[in-house]
């Protein structure tokens, strides 16, 4: 019968798709799908030459009560063989199914777009001629610090000043008991009128004696008198003479007294030596003081000096170069200051160096150095700790990048230099003094060569990569660069 032909061989042993629609093997992306899934392949024998139709397999899927029934001029079917060839017809078309797709999803990859090369900032190597800061901590302190201390015992009475004020030279800070000194004085006086009474006694006992001599002389030559009584009159007059030396030099001893007594009267009141800022007074009203006790410190800070340490390898630098550190550059008289202080502001007055220490110390290692600074209004005090600045040199055709785009891995400095292809180049450097947000290349780059700006954390070597040049920060600190 017509009806039953058989439609087609299941024979798929050598089921092949062109390559040409697909992009790709069906028969490879068959083999990776089954790879993928791990699906066994039935036994050829088991299909190769079994009369096994869509028909039949039509047959198979239909329910029990709707199967058509069997013609038996076909023969007998093999229920075996019938199953595994449906089976394998399902797997057949899931592979052809994934091959499809597969190829599919490589030829829309294989359409997209070669990717664009990531843009990335670089900036050009500069040479120029750049001066050379050196930094150092500094400790200010006042130009003059007079300590104030009694200069005789006493109670402590008062106190004339405010702390921390300006105060002028003699103006009075304390007051001393003064009684027992105005006592001391009045002695003294008491003894130069005494001495002075001991003079007047003296001289009249002299006028008497002269006298004698005078009368007793004419009368000894006419030896009217003995010669004794002469001589005796003679000793008598050169004794009141020597006792009104003696009464007069009393006079001079209590005269003194009587100064000493004064100049300690005057001790109970303690003025400033010097014109500055007093500080907080050490002594309360009241209190017993002394020559050794320290009542309070008054501080010149207008100038104001600070203290800084000049390592021996800057110090040696300084002095092979010709300069010294109480001289400055290029000629100029003395060696320019700048003072940064605590909260990063600039102070606005420049200073110089006015003297550096005649020895090393042998336990630092570092040479002493005073600068001098002007302080009106006297903002800076005694004991800030601030940075001195300065320039010490110049370097000339110096190379310069940022900071930032150099990279350090353990003690090596390396930057990522773009070639005339734009393709990274990882390279090694040596690096000299930072100046500002820069650094000073000594060895491994050449002017105007490009280096990236970020440094080689987000490039890689053999990078191509679109560059975008920008502009070099500043040089110099702003905070800094007019420093004359």
């Not at 797709?101 to 090369?117: D, E, T």
């Not at 990335?120 to 104030?148: C, F, H, M, S, Y």
């Not at 105005?182 to 003294?188: E, G, M, R, T, Y």
């Not at 008054?298 to 800084?308: A, G, H, L, Q």
Request: charged content about 20%; glycine content about 8%.
């Amino acid at each position: 019968m017509r009806h039953r032909e058989v439609v087609s061989q299941a024979d798929f042993s050598g089921l092949k798709v062109s390559n040409q629609s697909l992009g790709a093997s069906i028969g490879e992306q068959a083999r990776i799908s089954l790879s993928k899934f791990k699906v066994q392949e039935p036994a050829p024998d088991l299909i190769r030459g079994s009369k096994f139709t869509l028909r039949d397999a039509a047959h198979d899927a239909a329910p029990q009560g709707e199967r058509p029934k069997e013609n038996p001029e076909l023969g007998t079917r093999n229920p075996e063989r019938r199953s595994t060839a449906v089976k394998y017809l399902g797997f057949v078309a899931h592979v052809l199914l994934s091959a499809i797709v597969l190829a599919s999803l490589g030829c829309a990859k294989s359409a997209q777009p070669q990717a664009r090369p990531p843009d990335v900032a670089v900036v050009k190597v500069e040479q120029k001629d750049v001066p050379i800061w050196r930094e150092w901590i500094g400790t200010l302190d006042g130009l003059v610090n007079a300590q104030i201390k009694p200069q005789v015992t006493g109670y402590l009475l008062r106190q004339n000043y405010t702390d921390g004020a300006f105060v002028k030279k003699g103006q009075l800070l304390f007051e001393i008991d003064p009684r027992t000194f105005q006592a001391a004085v009045d002695q003294a006086k008491g003894q130069l009128a005494n001495a002075e009474g001991q003079v007047a006694q003296a001289q009249a006992n002299e006028v008497k004696t002269q006298q004698d001599v005078t009368r007793y002389t004419p009368l000894a030559k006419e030896q009217a008198i003995a010669q004794q009584d002469l001589d005796n009159a003679i000793q008598a007059n050169a004794a009141a003479k020597a006792q009104v030396e003696a009464a007069k030099a009393q006079v001079e001893a209590a005269k003194a007294q009587v100064a000493s007594a004064r100049l300690n009267l005057g001790f109970t009141k303690v003025v400033s030596l010097i014109d500055g800022i007093a500080a907080i007074a050490q002594a309360q009203i009241g209190d017993l003081v002394s020559t050794s006790s320290l009542l309070t410190m008054v501080s010149t800070v207008d100038p104001i000096k600070v203290y800084f340490p000049v390592s021996e390898r800057e110090y040696l630098e300084w002095m092979k170069g010709g300069s010294d550190p109480t001289k400055g550059i290029a000629g100029e008289p003395q060696l320019t200051l700048q003072l940064i202080l605590a909260d990063g502001s600039v102070y606005p007055h420049r200073g110089h160096v006015s003297f550096a220490d005649r020895q090393v110390d042998v336990k630092t290692g570092t040479l002493r150095v005073q600068g001098l600074f002007t302080n009106p209004g006297n903002i800076l005090r005694p004991g800030l700790y601030a940075r001195v600045r300065s320039i010490t040199s110049v370097k000339r055709g110096a190379l310069l990048i940022p900071q930032k785009a150099v990279s350090e891995l353990q003690g090596s400095y390396q930057v990522a230099v773009l070639g005339s292809d734009n393709k990274i180049q990882i390279r090694s450097v040596i690096v000299g003094e930072r100046v500002g947000t820069d650094w000073i290349i000594d060895q491994g780059l050449k002017p105007g060569e490009r280096v990236a700006a970020e440094g080689i954390q987000k490039v890689r070597a053999g990078m191509l990569v679109n560059a975008k040049l920008i502009t070099a920060t500043a040089q110099i600190d702003p905070k800094t660069k007019n420093l004359p």
